[in-house]
């Protein structure tokens, strides 16, 4: 840094002021020091200063506004909060309003506040750099968490950083396909956890029965079929971290029971009568807005407080279009990591029809378009022809009137290009040819869509994703003869969203 850094200390206590003068003068730096909101005013409208230590309760000022307003005047100055009396959710707050971190009164370790600002000066330091490096980039990285350059993403890991050495519960809301859970395990390997375990379950992904022994375990003969004592996912996971994807699909029995966990650190198993203690970290993760679930009585509004001490809110890839390129690298280096040879590049049409396409799946589903035209790509170039009709827009599909012998279709170039097979003619052909196939017949039921509409046909094909879901679900339903629990295992979706499903396309569910 040029000259001597300077500090900003703003506390009405005058020993305060006093202490962080001796502590850091020898240091080199420039202390100011401020005992009201006036003074701290007059001082930042007079001085540059590379870091303020700011009180969050002041006589005559509110140290959220003095944040805001530092951060106005002067954005490269870094601000920490002081708090002795706020709540953990306020000190949070001021992260997300711009702080650089947050240090509780008073201050036992006096080598954590030197370390403190220490860490806020280099981190000044290498913003200054615009080097396009963070201090999180390289653990990013190592957890396959890309980033990206969008300011928003940017924005949302630094402030994840700097929770994740906070002990508290974290709140993940982001579409389907987001990458919630690689946010949380970048926030697990940001924390003091980090060689200590990280579980994952989906709470919509299991019937309730299930999901309440893989959470909390059971004894041996509290059901049928437990034959011996099993230990749940809040035991296994102890002095680390769990994950609860999509929580708001947890049955309020759950909720219940997760509640007297989060408060008192202790739990059942199934069947069992002596309390279970465990120390985990809570990261939830949702799709669905938890707020108006709590109006409509469908989660608990003491549990959702609970979880909602920080809220990081994932931006669907709609709203971080520049990033598809450095996405789509690191999943080519996925997909054809092991394959040896050059590896395949997207040509600059086809890379133009991803980023301009609106990936309603998000991340998840660039990763499966990706490695499905990497599959269809014989040479070093992925081209538009090997994207699915949907991002590509091409509806050029050939037809032969018979199917041709199933070792030309192995062996043809350009994969795939008939579409009369027999299902034993399917059943021999190759994974590639498969995919091929596959993409063929999608781009051709929309070539058709389209025409039948033209010509006032009546659409016998599902019109939408929506239409092909409700199908689905009528047609399991029938299958299991309306049992509601083995159909929604046959879906892979919890039973909470099936009665959802159900209710949103009028399908009368019984029992």
């Not at 540059?48 to 509110?62: E, I, Q």
Request: glycine share 8%; charged share 25%; with cysteine.
């Amino acid at each position: 840094m040029m000259g001597e850094p300077s500090i900003l200390i703003i506390d009405d206590e005058q020993p305060v002021g006093t202490f962080f003068t001796r502590l850091l003068k020898y240091k080199g730096y420039r202390i100011h020091v401020a005992i009201s909101g006036r003074e701290a005013h007059e001082l930042i409208a007079r001085e540059t200063f590379d870091v303020a230590m700011v009180d969050l309760k002041l006589p005559d000022a509110d140290g959220l506004s003095l944040l805001q307003h530092i951060k106005s005047v002067q954005p490269q100055c870094e601000v920490i909060i002081m708090t002795g009396y706020s709540t953990t959710r306020t000190a949070v707050k001021a992260i997300q309003y711009g702080a650089f971190d947050y240090i509780e009164k008073p201050f036992d370790d006096i080598s954590l506040v030197e370390e403190l600002i220490e860490k806020a000066l280099n981190y000044k330091a290498e913003s200054s750099q615009e080097s396009g490096t963070y201090s999180w980039s390289e653990l990013a990285q190592k957890v396959g968490f890309i980033v990206g350059h969008t300011p928003k993403m940017i924005k949302l890991v630094s402030i994840a950083e700097r929770i994740a050495t906070k002990d508290i519960n974290v709140l993940i809301h982001g579409e389907t396909g987001t990458g919630k859970e690689v946010l949380a395990r970048f926030v697990h390997a940001a924390s003091h956890r980090a060689d200590k375990p990280f579980l994952a379950i989906n709470c919509g992904a299991l019937p309730e029965n299930l999901l309440e022994s893989e959470l909390f375990g059971h004894e041996k003969g509290s059901f049928t079929g437990a034959s011996v004592q099993r230990k749940g996912i809040f035991e296994l996971a102890n002095n680390g971290t769990l994950f609860l994807d999509e929580i708001g699909e947890a049955s309020l029995s759950i909720q219940v029971k997760l509640l007297r966990v989060l408060e008192t650190g202790e739990f059942l198993r199934v069947g069992g009568e002596k309390p279970v203690k465990t120390n985990v970290r809570i990261i939830a993760a949702t799709n669905v807005d938890l707020e108006e679930a709590v109006a409509q009585k469908a989660f608990r509004e003491d549990l959702f407080y609970r979880l909602d001490v920080v809220r990081l809110l994932l931006p669907p890839l709609r709203e971080r279009k520049e990033d598809i390129p450095a996405l789509v690298e690191h999943f080519i280096q996925r997909f054809a990591g092991q394959n040896t040879g050059a590896r395949p590049s997207f040509s600059p049409e086809c890379m133009e029809a991803m980023v301009n396409y609106n990936w309603p799946g998000n991340i998840r589903e660039l990763a499966n378009s990706v490695e499905q035209a990497l599959a269809l790509c014989d040479g070093n170039t992925v081209l538009l022809e090997h994207l699915s009709s949907k991002i590509s827009g091409q509806t050029d599909i050939i037809l032969k009137k018979e199917p041709a012998p199933i070792e030309s279709v192995s062996q043809s170039n350009n994969g795939a290009d008939f579409l009369l097979y027999r299902e034993k003619d399917l059943e021999l052909m190759d994974e590639n040819s498969l995919v091929q196939l596959y993409q063929r017949v999608e781009g051709l039921y929309r070539l058709l869509q389209r025409v039948m509409g033209k010509k006032g046909i009546s659409n016998v094909f599902p019109a939408s994703i929506q239409e092909i879901e409700a199908r689905a679900i009528m047609e399991t339903l029938e299958f299991y003869n309306g049992n509601v629990s083995m159909s929604a295992r046959a879906l892979g979706i919890g039973r909470n969203t099936l009665y959802r499903k159900a209710k949103e396309y009028n399908i009368n569910i019984s029992g």
